[in-house]
């Protein structure tokens, strides 16, 4: 195999190539930057929106296999930022020289809106795709014009669902990053009510199922997720009993989110049946797991302004 990994620095890439290229596959990243965990991996620093830019790395590549998870993803932003349109011409761009270069199987990562944002179980075959974010549009607009393009082009495809993530290298925006940190600099951690339900799923075994799809033969749409919702208000509560501290968890701070479900979780049986994965992390195990990396991050953070300020 020689895989072609796309957004390899982000929050889950870095720990798709480290599980790739701790299994002997030729590794090639594209990214910003090369994670510390690159070892055994070629890097290409592209900008894929960029003019040409993809199709020269494709010809230089040849990759046999692509993961492709790079997107324009600023939290909040990228739900309304007409960044998805470029996202859209590039990631079809790829798709074509991908195939034209002899490609055999290619991974897209899509996301769980662009489902229809009902109450309950969500379930590839069943519950219709209605997104109604900008972001979930252009996602399930790439999806339809892929496959078809792959199907006729007679390319090995499957897109990837990806649900509500969490743990190390999160952005400090998001729900478990943001209350961990917010509780670890001695503040009070602003939350919802948190009545809301949803589906949380460790970034680690979220990287272990898009590689086990990577290496399957199983083709067309598979979520990737717990399969299990949790209360926002569990997850918050559960890193306050870790710190010590979950009488410094504000619910009701933030207002709750509107016109959304009060319950959606993922239907993973094409992930655990056909690709044969199910995870690893608890959410008990997965949660101590992120506390304790953002305690050393923050030491990490601490050190480097104590150094730079002697």
């Not at 929050?11 to 930057?33: E, K, N, P, T």
């Not at 199907?151 to 495809?157: I, K, M």
């Not at 993530?165 to 670890?184: C, I, M």
């Not at 075994?205 to 399969?227: C, T, Y």
Request: hydrophobic share 45%; glycine share 8%.
């Amino acid at each position: 195999m020689r895989v072609l990994v796309t957004g390899a620095s982000g929050f889950i890439g870095q720990y798709c190539i480290a599980l790739l290229s701790g299994r002997g596959s030729d590794v090639h990243a594209v990214g910003r930057q090369p994670p510390q965990n690159s070892t055994n991996v070629i890097w290409h620093a592209v900008d894929l929106v960029a003019p040409g830019a993809v199709s020269r790395l494709v010809e230089e590549v040849k990759p046999t296999h692509l993961l492709h998870l790079a997107w324009y993803t600023v939290p909040k932003k990228y739900w309304s930022a007409p960044e998805n349109l470029e996202w859209v011409a590039a990631s079809l761009l790829l798709a074509r020289e991908f195939a034209r270069h002899g490609g055999k199987r290619a991974i897209f990562a899509g996301t769980c809106a662009e489902y229809e944002w009902v109450e309950g179980r969500y379930s590839e075959y069943v519950t219709p795709c209605r997104p109604t974010s900008f972001f979930g549009l252009c996602k399930h607009g790439l999806h339809t014009l892929v496959d078809r393009f792959a199907t006729e082009a007679g390319l090995s495809h499957a897109w990837a669902r990806i649900f509500f993530l969490y743990g190390p290298h999160e952005h400090p925006a998001r729900l478990v990053a943001a209350a961990t940190r917010s509780l670890l600099v001695g503040e009070h951690a602003q939350c919802s009510p948190g009545l809301h339900s949803r589906d949380f799923l460790h970034v680690e075994d979220a990287a272990r199922a898009l590689v086990a799809l990577l290496k399957s033969e199983v083709i067309g749409p598979v979520n990737i997720a717990s399969g299990q919702p949790v209360a926002i208000r569990e997850i918050a509560a559960k890193i306050g009993d870790i710190l010590g501290c979950r009488d410094r968890v504000d619910f009701g701070a933030l207002p709750a989110p509107s016109n959304e479900p009060l319950v959606m979780y993922a239907d993973t049986a094409r992930l655990a049946r056909e690709v044969g994965w199910n995870p690893v992390y608890t959410l008990d195990f997965g949660l101590r797991h992120t506390v304790e990396w953002w305690k050393n991050s923050l030491k990490r953070e601490d050190g480097i302004k104590t150094e730079e300020a002697l």
